[in-house]
């Protein structure tokens, strides 16, 4: 409301050892740069190392899989601006916001953050790769209506460099938009409908299948997708790929935190789910090869067959249009799938009126089996690009 609650500023620094006594594994930390507590952290480590006992899967990556080319991958802007200028432009925005629409009553808070980091990471392979990026952001939550009948929502940018981000102004129209559009919700009734996630929220299905994917989870065996690579998840026009050497991507790396060098590489094509996600540990519990996804994956593009948003509500015809979800309730080892939603219903290709406290379910793999069209307006928050995701049939319960 105008005022400034909270100016923040850090400067952190750390260091980490791993050390491997043959097959055992032993790591400590410390803030602490001088040269006694960095070697007092080594000795911890290899105190930690001598009585833990031998993994087979221990150890470093593979020397001939280092990375041995580092590009410029344009992940470095930084943006010296002192405390004063970041409040100018938090205050800003909140301002655009509430004085975008009469309906809005009160503001949860504008803010803006701007930060730098330097990792290096070096290993007994002789292998040493340094990795710089900044991140920028700012953002807004409004409160429209009065009594009961608020609602909460807003709207953020996030990027790399100062000119990625959307204006304080357009940043503020945007959340009390998106506030006052879902002023008296109405109920549904319970029914299996179609789903169209918007782009904000459709990257979280993505997220499941990184999830089910992911090396950690599959030799815990607590995976729906054990044993899937080859088969068909999703309809045949579409295809996931990794591309960690793109230029100006929000997680972009040449090499994972195994050192290993990262190349553009499919995870699913032609709906089919060409490799798991694995780091050299994960791999070898395996017996298979890291895929260079040591801490994570990269930069994911979802294919587009269908175009914007308003296509994708006329295409759908009457179903629901999800713009937020709530709880957890996603079971990682049998795909359910449950969860709380809100955002519009949908008649005749065009937005009826707002709802909330729905609960939609299914089973991821059907879910995936299930989609009919992915959007081509992507959300570029994340480094999950994809568009809205319509999954053809799912049970939507709501008051009746």
């Not at 990625?164 to 549904?188: C, K």
């Not at 709906?271 to 994956?297: C, D, E, F, P």
């Not at 290709?349 to 299914?362: H, N, R, S």
């Amino acid at each position: 409301m105008g005022e400034v609650e909270t100016v923040e500023s850090s400067n952190d620094r750390g260091i980490a050892v791993t050390v491997y006594f043959g097959k055992r594994k032993g790591s400590a930390s410390t803030a602490d740069l001088h040269e006694s507590s960095l070697e007092a952290t080594v000795e911890q480590a290899c105190a930690i190392a001598r009585h833990t006992e031998d993994d087979e899967a221990a150890g470093l990556a593979d020397p001939e899989l280092m990375a041995r080319e580092f590009p410029d991958l344009d992940t470095w802007h930084p943006w010296r601006l002192d405390a004063d200028e970041a409040v100018e432009l938090a205050l800003a925005c909140e301002a655009a916001g509430r004085e975008a629409d009469p309906r809005v009553a009160n503001s949860d808070g504008a803010s803006f953050g701007s930060g730098e980091s330097l990792a290096v990471y070096a290993n007994s392979h002789g292998f040493v790769g340094r990795e710089r990026e900044t991140q920028h952001s700012l953002g807004l939550a409004l409160i429209a209506g009065h009594g009961e009948a608020m609602q909460r929502d807003g709207w953020y940018s996030i990027g790399l460099a100062r000119q990625d981000l959307e204006s304080p102004a357009a940043i503020g129209r945007r959340a009390a938009e998106r506030a006052v559009s879902r002023l008296d919700p109405r109920s549904v009734a319970t029914g299996q409908y179609p789903v169209l996630f918007s782009a904000e929220v459709a990257r979280s299905l993505v997220g499941h299948l990184l999830g089910a994917v992911s090396g950690g989870a599959l030799y815990r065996k607590a995976s729906f997708l054990l044993d899937s690579v080859g088969t068909r998840l999703f309809p045949e026009w579409l295809s996931i790929h990794e591309r960690p050497l793109l230029p100006h991507g929000l997680r972009s790396a040449a090499f994972d935190a195994d050192g290993v060098a990262t190349r553009d590489n499919p995870l699913v094509v032609d709906g089919v789910l060409r490799r798991y996600v694995l780091g050299s540990y994960s791999a070898r519990k395996l017996g298979l090869q890291t895929t260079g996804n040591a801490g994570g994956v990269h930069n994911l593009e979802v294919s587009a067959n269908a175009g914007t948003l308003q296509d994708m509500l006329r295409g759908m015809g009457r179903g629901l249009l999800v713009t937020e979800l709530m709880g957890q309730g996603v079971n990682p080892v049998t795909g359910d799938y449950s969860r709380g939603a809100a955002g519009f219903w949908v008649e005749d290709g065009q937005i009826a009126f707002p709802v909330d406290e729905l609960t939609i379910a299914g089973n991821l793999r059907t879910m995936f089996a299930a989609v009919e069209a992915v959007g081509s307006e992507v959300d570029p928050r994340s480094h999950i690009r994809t568009g809205p995701i319509l999954v053809g049939k799912m049970t939507v319960a709501g008051g009746d």
